[in-house]
């Protein structure tokens, strides 16, 4: 899930991260020493906990398959001071959304699905499923409006409270996405958390499996993903990192995030991973481990709208701007070089995993906050990738 609407949750744990400030040093490394390249990945990380814009993050480079730098930042746990290492477990939002693509793709292969088929063919329920194909709702050009945009927060509290199996998501995803449109089917562009919840279901329809058990057997053991997991808060799990938002009106302390039933995202954003793990992951998805070179030339290539032009979405300030988003994966550039990345948010957590492709270089960080608005904390992160990226280039 991305841009959840939580915000500053009334929560009753407070901390500060005043004390630590100086004190945090880095776990250790999971590789050799720290080069001299990447000194200024390190200043960053340890910029971003003076300046308290996150209580920890884990951050893994990986080139040419072999891990050149891995490292913890700050706590996985700020009452039991536990230090973030490479191996700890965080929530990782909607990072998740490329593995739902993936496990749509292997369908296609084996002729299960297309991905112009209208998800009347397999959700009827749900209120003008012949107008939207599966290709529309995995780029975000259906026009299925958003579940988490919701007009009083309260109401997204409540609701991802609650555990729901499949049926009952289903009814949630149409009951609580209001309006049900944004605009009319591939017209448009506009990111959707139901639309993936949707195609989780769509999975299990067509496979008769869970979900968390298909991309399970289908996905991660493939990957050889070890610690990767669609999550739930019942589960003990080595290493798992809590999360943490802002306490309100402070600018450096945090509370614990907002209790969240890991039903509720689905395949949207429901899984829990590592930094290594998700080098892992896109290692085997562009190596043609998980599926065939073609699938992968659908997923990244940018979805149209039925004027064969591609979305214009504003990024901030000023005119809108061309977007290259193909399935759960945006494609941009970086000084010249393509780059594939995406980001997730979720109660306590935010994730970006990018990969250079034509480089071999993959970057994923995440970190135990989900207050993204907070001082400057998306730049910074972008900036800690791109510093990364920069060293294993170097």
């Known amino acids: 899930m991305r841009d959840h609407q939580s915000g500053h949750l009334a929560?009753?744990?407070?901390?500060?991260?005043?004390?630590?400030?100086?004190?945090?040093?880095?776990?250790?490394?999971?590789?050799?020493?720290?080069?001299?390249?990447?000194?200024?990945?390190?200043?960053?990380?340890?910029?971003?906990?003076?300046?308290?814009?996150?209580?920890?993050?884990?951050?893994?480079?990986?080139?040419?398959?072999?891990?050149?730098?891995?490292?913890?930042?700050?706590?996985?746990?700020?009452?039991?001071?536990?230090?973030?290492?490479?191996?700890?477990?965080?929530?990782?939002?909607?990072?998740?959304?490329?593995?739902?693509?993936?496990?749509?793709?292997?369908?296609?292969?084996?002729?299960?699905?297309?991905?112009?088929?209208?998800?009347?063919?397999?959700?009827?329920?749900?209120?003008?499923?012949?107008?939207?194909?599966?290709?529309?709702?995995?780029?975000?050009?259906?026009?299925?409006?958003?579940?988490?945009?919701?007009?009083?927060?309260?109401?997204?509290?409540?609701?991802?409270?609650?555990?729901?199996?499949?049926?009952?998501?289903?009814?949630?995803?149409?009951?609580?996405?209001?309006?049900?449109?944004?605009?009319?089917?591939?017209?448009?562009?506009?990111?959707?958390?139901?639309?993936?919840?949707?195609?989780?279901?769509?999975?299990?329809k067509i496979t008769g499996e869970a979900y968390a058990a298909h991309v399970k057997r289908r996905l991660f053991e493939p990957a050889g993903l070890t610690r990767t997991s669609v999550d739930s808060a019942a589960e003990i799990v080595p290493d798992r990192v809590s999360g943490y938002t802002s306490h309100p009106g402070s600018a450096t302390e945090f509370d614990n995030a907002a209790y969240i039933s890991m039903t509720y995202p689905g395949a949207a954003g429901a899984m829990r991973s590592t930094s290594e793990d998700l080098c892992r992951w896109h290692l085997a998805l562009f190596g043609g481990k998980i599926i065939k070179p073609t699938s992968l030339e659908e997923m990244l290539k940018p979805g149209l709208l039925k004027n064969g032009q591609l979305p214009e979405v504003s990024r901030g300030p000023g005119p809108k701007k061309p977007l290259k988003y193909g399935f759960g994966l945006g494609i941009s550039e970086l000084d010249g070089r393509k780059m594939i990345a995406h980001s997730g948010g979720i109660p306590g957590f935010a994730s970006l995993l990018t990969t250079l492709p034509d480089d071999h270089i993959t970057v994923a960080t995440i970190a135990n906050t989900d207050d993204v608005m907070r001082g400057n904390f998306m730049a910074r992160q972008q900036a800690v990738v791109d510093a990364a990226i920069r060293a294993a280039l170097a």
């Open 11 to 204: 929560l009753s744990r407070r901390h500060t991260l005043g004390l630590l400030v100086g004190g945090l040093a880095t776990a250790a490394t999971a590789r050799a020493a720290t080069p001299k390249a990447w000194a200024a990945v390190d200043q960053l990380g340890a910029a971003t906990l003076a300046d308290h814009l996150e209580p920890g993050f884990s951050l893994s480079v990986m080139k040419n398959g072999a891990f050149v730098y891995s490292k913890g930042f700050g706590f996985a746990n700020l009452e039991t001071r536990t230090p973030v290492s490479p191996t700890s477990v965080f929530r990782i939002g909607s990072v998740n959304k490329q593995f739902t693509a993936a496990a749509l793709a292997l369908l296609a292969e084996e002729g299960k699905l297309s991905f112009d088929d209208a998800l009347a063919k397999y959700l009827p329920e749900f209120p003008r499923a012949a107008d939207v194909t599966l290709r529309q709702m995995l780029n975000h050009t259906s026009g299925i409006g958003n579940y988490t945009n919701r007009v009083n927060p309260q109401d997204m509290l409540r609701a991802m409270r609650a555990d729901y199996n499949s049926a009952e998501l289903l009814k949630a995803m149409i009951e609580h996405t209001s309006p049900t449109f944004v605009f009319e089917p591939g017209t448009d562009w506009a990111y959707s958390n139901t639309a993936y919840v949707l195609l989780g279901l769509v999975i299990e």
